[in-house]
């Protein structure tokens, strides 16, 4: 690419507050190809980061979740010919509720398959200290978690949430409403009082908000897997390392005590993993 740095960087910044690439195309003065391509080295950084400075974390209570997009096309459009990553696609995120730290995650299919990947990450993110875990629902994470986790938790709770049948014209454009919700305690003894998923959700709200491939009702969706994939990459290391948490007034990194100082978005870039 020769691109000029300073306008990359700012095509950068400007897909992490929610533009689409048509968008950063016009207003950056670059081509939609040169985006891309710095997408994918950003993405690829940004994964070393997280893999290498997120370690022994300590934790107290991690909260986990997945968020829904899609690839391609809705999952009903799939076809057996097509690529087996087109369709649904989910985020799995872990994050310590605390310093609200992203410890990990991981894109697949809501499957066993990807939330085993998405546990061990969990694990090799962690210190050996005891700490609790919610999660929702989801019942590929009971075997996930009390086999990986096993040896550190004090105790894991699912909350269940049970939303009411959506009215005529609400189902498409407006969120369900919940109806009740059920605590499940699965191992150990969870503190009652230590069973969220606030933190979590309020996450996948900042993602759904700073990612245009998540915003609903556009053609902003993401074409390719990989494409995906490095943006969302992108955007949890700009949130962990870069982005002042409003409640904390500094980053996660720096209240987890990984980081001392707030990252400029070139410091992410240039870190060497």
Request: charged share 25%; glycine share 6%; hydrophobic share 40%.
């Amino acid at each position: 690419m020769y691109a000029d740095k300073g306008k990359i960087l700012t095509a950068i910044q400007m897909l992490l507050e929610g533009n689409s690439i048509r968008s950063t195309s016009r207003i950056a003065g670059l081509d939609q190809n040169t985006i891309m391509k710095a997408l994918t080295l950003a993405g690829e950084k940004a994964e070393r980061v997280m893999a290498s400075k997120i370690r022994n974390v300590e934790c107290h209570d991690i909260e986990c979740d997945e968020v829904w997009s899609f690839i391609g096309k809705k999952e009903k459009r799939v076809r057996p010919e097509d690529d087996q990553n087109m369709g649904d696609c989910y985020t799995f995120v872990a994050i310590e509720r605390h310093s609200k730290l992203v410890l990990n995650i991981a894109i697949g299919k809501r499957d066993q398959r990807t939330t085993d990947v998405f546990v061990e990450g969990v694990r090799h993110a962690t210190a050996h200290t005891p700490f609790q875990v919610t999660t929702d629902g989801f019942v590929p994470y009971r075997s996930a978690i009390v086999t990986t986790l096993h040896d550190r938790l004090t105790g894991f709770a699912q909350l269940i949430k049970v939303y009411r049948t959506p009215q005529d014209g609400e189902k498409r454009y407006s969120p369900a409403e919940v109806q009740s919700v059920e605590v499940v305690p699965v191992y150990g003894q969870p503190d009652p009082e230590r069973i969220c998923t606030s933190i979590v959700e309020r996450s996948n709200l900042s993602l759904r908000m700073g990612v245009r491939r998540f915003t609903r009702l556009t053609n902003a969706f993401s074409k390719k897997w990989e494409n995906h994939a490095s943006m969302i990459m992108l955007w949890f290391a700009y949130y962990n390392f870069c982005r002042i948490h409003k409640t904390l007034r500094v980053t996660p990194a720096m209240e987890a005590g990984i980081a001392d100082h707030i990252w400029e978005l070139s410091e992410l870039l240039e870190q060497q993993a």
